[in-house]
């Protein structure tokens, strides 16, 4: 059975950070590019960052770049997001996809219909 699990969310004061965990069953993850997406109440989803297969080539949103980093370990099959300098607007429910391996040569790396693969979402609320 595939799936994807994902953890770590939690509450945070602004500017603390948290680091979600992507793991995957039931398929090798290192065959697909792995995308982070979130989504706010009354907002649409949107694509915050995403690795290719091999955690050669990645992309961040402008507003979390700086602040948010992207890994794999290919070997745990688990991709990493650490997010750092957390601000309210972070505030979300956080998903991991997983999506064709050379998706990230594309330019539809952040297109959520590319994505074979969700997780349940995991909540992110930066408060104090």
């Known amino acids: 059975q595939v799936q994807l699990v994902e953890s770590g969310g939690g509450l945070v004061q602004p500017g603390g950070s948290l680091t979600l965990s992507c793991t995957a069953s039931?398929?090798?993850?290192?065959?697909?590019?792995i995308g982070w997406f979130r989504q706010a109440p009354g907002k649409e989803r949107e694509g915050v960052s995403c690795?290719?297969?091999?955690?050669?080539?990645?992309y961040y949103l402008d507003s979390v770049k700086g602040r948010f980093t992207i890994t794999r370990d290919n070997a745990k099959n688990t991709v990493f997001l650490q997010m750092n300098s957390l601000k309210s607007e972070d505030t979300a429910v956080y998903y991991c996809?997983?999506?064709?391996?050379?998706?990230?040569?594309?330019?539809?790396?952040?297109?959520?219909?590319?994505?074979?693969?969700w997780g349940q979402g995991t909540q992110v609320t930066v408060s104090s």
């Open positions: 996809a997983a999506g064709n391996r050379d998706l990230l040569y594309t330019t539809n790396y952040y297109n959520a219909g590319q994505y074979d693969y």
């Open positions: 039931g398929f090798t993850s290192d065959n697909y590019a």
């Open positions: 690795i290719s297969h091999s955690g050669g080539r990645l």
